[in-house]
């Protein structure tokens, strides 16, 4: 199914990608820009068709979102397999670092996700089927372009997954409010998946028992729990400082 991707930034992030296909880019300005024109010429690289629109049609084709008077036409993402992921990881010779995301259906809050664990040097990651967002232009949108070439598989039941990672020898950690063990007194120095919940709900029970430990991030005020693409930059940037050292 043919999605759309909009925004300078997003659209030049999925040219540079060699794993999508551009059918054409639609340009809705009378006069362009230099920053706009930089992303025309390397579309023009690619041999994708330029085709001028209306900033009206462009309107439409995204709802009203800021589109830049640019959208890109691309042949739909294919999802990637646990395996394909697992196989990155190998091939690479690192640390494995792979997300599993239980059931996160805000598409902004899954775009800035997967642009921070891309960001971050993650394998990929896992998302489930049912009751969760998928890759749509406004992921991509949210990304900055970044879902438009991060690995990411979407399974059917993640405990079955999990289970996979652990033969692998992966550990799975999970991001759960109430654990005792601060995220700094983790240790992510090994090969490693880490789960993080839904917005509301957190880490379901199922999927919890799965996990081999759970960790909290402190935090003062009301509210039980930081936003999940926020917690997962606080997650990600300690890794990285775990495994510079």
Known sequence: MDQIVYGIHPVEEALRSTHLQFQKILIGADKIHSHLQSVLDLAARRRVPIVHSTGQALDQMTKGALHQNIVGIINGIAYKSVEEILSRWKKEG????LIILDGIQDPQNLGSL???ASGCGAHGMIIPRDRAAGITPAVIKASAGAAAYFPVARVVNLSTVIEKLKKEGLWVYGA?????APVY???FNVDLAIVIGAEEKGIRPLVR???DQLFSIPMRGPLPS??????AGMILYEVMRQRSR
Do not use: P
Not at 94 to 97: C, D, I, R
Not at 176 to 180: C, F, N, Q, V
Not at 226 to 231: I, K, L, P, Q
């Open 94 to 97: 690192t640390k494995a670092l």
């Open 114 to 116: 997967i642009r921070t």
């Open 176 to 180: 759960a409010g109430e654990a005792e």
């Open 185 to 187: 007194h983790t240790d």
């Open 209 to 211: 028992k799965k996990c």
């Open 226 to 231: 930081f936003n999940a693409s926020v917690a």
